[in-house]
């Protein structure tokens, strides 16, 4: 998968892209003034900035002219993992930040928000516009009583109205955090019911594949089971009237209220994601007001290169990191490309139209997307003027070889295509995007600036040109504070630094090149992702085995070497069922109106028993190196199973596969 060192890469930066780069820019600049190398380019300043973090990420926040409203006493007070602490003694605001541009006179009638449904009519929101809502919807939050530290909860879809909501809570020093409304109510409660949100912001349904989906009743259970709200927002994005005791947006967010920003500490919580692991409720990750205003500022500023003219579109939903990330696009002062609706409808160029008509220059979508492009083949440098794209980004897999000879074919032959690869459990990414980089097929570009990736055999030995652990042997500004509802740290610390004390192990599989570049080969652990969702296998088995019929399941996701996920749910059937059609559009339609869509198994599979270790867990991950045709001997280890046999349906399955 890797191209070797002389091979020819698929795209190289010009001298001018080069020089103009702001990573360019900012290494001259730290070079004269933080004593960062003036030559070697983006591998020299990669060295310096985990050689000397302190220092990189001072220089960062003086770059970005970060607004501290009462000075840092250091920029790391302590750098043990878990519990690394940063800029102690400061306070500032992320919102703040982000609604800088609004201030500048010669910008405040340009749009910060450029909306696009599936009937791809366009709407913009200017930034003193933007600026104008959030300081009304603020205000009035303040009114609600919301306080510092209070969690405001969102069931919205990608619209100006989350953009707004997000960075009013952010305003008062209250915690986001957000679900997308294709999730069913089981899925949105085990998140929300964790942090005990004090509002909700709701919309009543939401547009998809040309269908309205009610969310009427999906709501009222919500309010039902909340009880720590104090008020509910309605946004009648399908036209209904507020239910009873429900507020109006609009009525929310037409003062004009100059916006008032609470100085919180660095670490003061921004937003709770969640990311699943194999048990148990998802993880309720919490990341810090500073720490993500720090990360963002140097991935969209310096490895995206996104400025002022740019247009920066993702698909995504407020669900998954990347809306956070996109989100974070206007503290570069970049107007933002909110698309709310079906990747593929009226089909599969659908996200292509939205780059044409929006001047999109930054294109963001999934690996998955961009191979059901190549499939179905349609040609979008031919059909579309994608003449301002300049860098088209993927992630949530990784984009296979094809996939990089499909874009350069057929969307420009110059153009910067970023695979990148991070985590929710960061916001951010460990590799990626950097402009002044050649790009090779089937390649990440680079670890990103300050962050010390590595490759780790099981005994902690790096690796070069060799399959091994992701690992990050030093802190990182957005790394979780903690996880919500931990008292002592123990979730969070058996999560990444259990396999490697004070490390960072993040549960996927990597190469790092001899040229310095990043092969991610996904999940080392059992997590499923899915189109860059990551859904534990806990809350499929949670949801299947509700069903009478069901004795026990397991669940398996599997990166194919085409870029497709494949993705089989094993039944073990209760005495007298069978498995035939009603039962499997039973499971299949618990999943899809339980837990998500995109969650739905490829296959559903019945199986004489599902293996478990001798204490009682399933074993998913030496299935799942079974499917991929790993020999039993090498996939597990036979003393920890308590029915070896078992196994031997799986391995049979494998071969029948390969």
């Known amino acids: ?215 009427t009743d999906t709501v009222a259970e919500l309010r039902r089971e909340l009880p720590t709200l104090r008020a509910v927002v309605h946004i009648p994005l399908l036209g209904t009237e507020a239910p009873d005791g429900a507020l109006e947006w609009s009525a929310l967010t037409a003062a004009d209220t100059e916006p008032v920003f609470e100085q919180v500490p660095f670490d003061h919580p921004l937003w709770v994601l969640y990311s699943s692991g194999t048990t148990g409720l998802p993880k309720a990750i919490v990341q810090s007001q500073g720490g993500i205003l720090l990360e963002h500022f140097k991935q969209v500023g310096l490895h995206c290169d996104l400025g002022p003219d740019d247009r920066f579109f993702w698909y995504t939903s407020t669900g998954w990191m990347m809306w956070n990330f996109l989100v974070s696009g206007l503290l570069t002062g970049t107007t933002l490309v909110l698309y709310d609706g079906s990747p593929g409808y009226p089909d599969v160029s659908a996200q292509w139209r939205v780059a044409e008509q929006t001047g999109t220059t930054l294109f963001g979508t999934s690996a998955a997307y961009v191979m059901a492009c190549r499939k179905a083949g349609i040609h979008p440098g031919r059909d579309f003027d994608l003449s301002r794209i300049q860098c088209v980004a993927t992630t949530g897999s990784p984009l296979p070889p094809d996939g990089f000879r499909w874009l350069h074919d057929e969307v420009a032959d110059d153009l910067w295509i970023a695979s990148v690869s991070g985590g929710t459990d960061v916001c951010s990414c460990f590799a990626g995007a950097v402009p002044t980089l050649p790009v090779h097929i089937g390649e990440l570009q680079a670890p990103c600036l300050g962050t010390d990736l590595r490759s780790w055999d099981p005994a902690g030995k790096p690796l070069v040109g060799e399959v091994g652990e992701l690992v990050v042997t030093a802190p990182m500004p957005s790394m979780p504070i903690r996880f919500w509802n931990d ?10 630094f259990d396999m490697y004390p004070g490390v960072w192990r993040h549960g996927d599989w990597i190469t790092l090149t001899e040229h310095g570049s990043v092969v991610i080969h996904g999940r080392s652990d059992s997590t499923l992702n899915r189109q860059g969702v990551r859904m534990g296998s806990a809350d499929i088995y949670e949801a299947v085995e509700r069903l009478p019929e069901i004795r026990e399941s397991l669940v398996i996701g599997i990166e194919e070497p085409d870029g497709g996920y494949w993705m089989p749910l094993f039944v073990h059937l209760a005495d007298g069922a069978a498995l035939d059609d009603d039962l499997r559009d039973s499971i299949k339609r618990t999943i899809r109106e339980n837990l998500s869509p995109r969650h739905v198994p490829d296959e559903v599979i019945e199986v004489p028993g599902i293996p478990h270790t001798l204490t009682g867990k399933r074993i998913e991950v030496p299935v799942k190196r079974l499917l991929q045709g790993t020999a039993l001997a090498k996939a597990v280890n036979p003393g920890s199973i308590d029915n070896l046999e078992l196994l031997h349906f799986y391995e049979d399955l494998a071969r029948k596969r390969h």
């Open 1 to 215: 998968m890797t191209a070797a060192a002389n091979e020819a890469p698929l795209w190289q930066p010009g001298p001018d892209r080069v020089g103009a780069a702001a990573v360019t820019r900012f290494q001259s600049w730290a070079a004269e003034r933080y004593g960062a190398p003036a030559d070697g380019g983006y591998p020299a300043l990669h060295r310096w900035s985990v050689d000397e973090l302190d220092t990189f990420w001072q220089a960062v926040a003086d770059w970005f002219d970060v607004r501290f409203s009462t000075p840092y006493e250091s920029v790391l007070g302590n750098r043990t993992m878990p519990g690394a602490q940063w800029f102690p003694g400061a306070t500032l605001n992320y919102a703040e930040h982000a609604l800088r541009t609004a201030e500048d006179p010669l910008r405040a009638d340009a749009p910060a928000l450029l909306h696009v449904d599936e009937t791809h009519t366009q709407a913009a929101l200017s930034w003193s516009e933007l600026r104008r809502r959030v300081g009304s919807l603020a205000a009035e939050l303040r009114a609600l009583g919301v306080t510092p530290g209070d969690r405001v909860s969102a069931y919205v879809p990608n619209i100006p109205q989350a953009v707004v909501a997000f960075l009013a809570t952010a305003a008062v020093g209250g915690v986001w955090t957000s679900c997308a409304p294709d999730f069913g109510a089981r899925s949105v409660l085990d998140r929300f019911q964790q942090v005990e949100p004090v509002v909700l912001f709701t919309v009543d349904g939401y547009r998809y594949g040309g269908k309205e989906h009610d969310r």
């Open 487 to 496: 008292p002592d740290g123990s979730r969070y610390h058996d999560s990444y």
